[in-house]
């Protein structure tokens, strides 16, 4: 018998089955169909974790473990039935677990509640197949704490200013945000870089950021300061203005200057001086004139009288 024909669209086939089940494979080995549940809310707020598992309204918790734990390794709270045995320090009055569906509220969130939760919920109900308690799920959720970072700050200082152009130094900062937050600035609707630092005393404390940068100004702009974390953004805007008033510098007039200026006062004061003394004497010798003039002609006008009052003595003679 000869041998049925070969299709050629078999090794298509054969490749295609080969890659499915190395997906398949893949998936099961790194629990790629599990889906990452992530949980976000602020500093202060309060926050629901969901389980993997909700107990059926005709049950209670009377016939389950569950433990909510962080990083695994340390227990935030675990309940056996309806009973509390296990209850990590750092979130006593804190904690709540919804009997039900077995949500973790955790209030009054603080940084360090940050990191990945898992629920791990066993039944304690055996059964033929499954006899003792046993695992029903487990499953992760990722809580992310973030901290509102303060308004943006600017604060600028002149270190030159001339006729043409303001030297300045421009700082905008920011206080307590986390995750760390990214400052930017824009001039006029156009982007700067600014030169940051940032203040943190952990990974998981509040960030302190300050960015700086160096103007010359010719004439007055508008500079907005961004701060962006976490998807937030907060701003701030400030003019920067030119300094208006040019101080023209008033240099000390020249040696020569100044000689001149003093010859000529001296003598003016001189001219003064000798006009004060030459008028009053030429007033008063003008004066004594008219005076000797006055007794001349009263003399002449006696001299008639004198020389009448004779000639009438002779005639009588």
Request: include cysteine; aromatic fraction near 8%; glycine fraction near 4%.
């Amino acid at each position: 018998m000869g041998c049925p024909p070969v299709s050629a669209s078999w090794p298509l086939k054969r490749w295609l089955g080969l890659g499915l089940g190395l997906i398949i494979l893949q998936c099961i080995t790194l629990g790629c169909a599990q889906e990452k549940k992530v949980a976000k809310s602020k500093v202060g707020e309060k926050v629901g974790l969901p389980c993997c598992y909700k107990i059926p309204s005709s049950e209670s918790l009377q016939n389950y473990r569950v433990y909510w734990q962080m990083n695994i390794t340390d227990v935030v709270l675990a309940y056996s039935g309806e009973k509390k045995i296990d209850e990590h320090p750092r979130y006593i009055n804190r904690t709540k677990m919804d009997f039900q569906n077995l949500t973790l509220w955790i209030s009054t969130l603080e940084i360090l509640d940050s990191g990945p939760y898992h629920c791990i919920v066993q039944s304690l109900q055996s059964s033929p197949d499954k006899p003792g308690s046993h695992l029903l799920c487990e499953e992760p959720v990722t809580l992310f704490v973030t901290a509102d970072s303060s308004e943006p700050n600017i604060e600028r200082e002149v270190t030159a200013s001339s006729c043409e152009s303001t030297e300045m130094v421009v700082r905008c900062s920011s206080h307590g945000g986390f995750p760390k937050p990214k400052i930017y600035g824009v001039l006029n609707n156009v982007s700067v870089v600014l030169n940051t630092t940032w203040e943190s005393e952990s990974s998981l404390s509040p960030y302190n950021v300050t960015g700086t940068l160096w103007l010359n100004v010719t004439k007055d702009i508008n500079f907005t300061c961004f701060i962006e974390y976490d998807g937030f953004v907060r701003s701030t805007s400030l003019l920067l203005a030119k300094a208006n008033d040019c101080i023209v510098s008033t240099a000390l007039p020249s040696y020569n200057v100044i000689t001149a200026s003093s010859i000529i006062i001296i003598t003016f004061l001189l001219a003064i001086s000798l006009a004060a003394k030459y008028f009053p004497r030429h007033a008063c010798s003008h004066c004594s004139k008219n005076q000797d003039s006055v007794e001349d002609h009263e003399k002449e006008s006696m001299d008639p009288l004198k020389s009448s009052k004779v000639t009438c003595e002779m005639s009588s003679l």
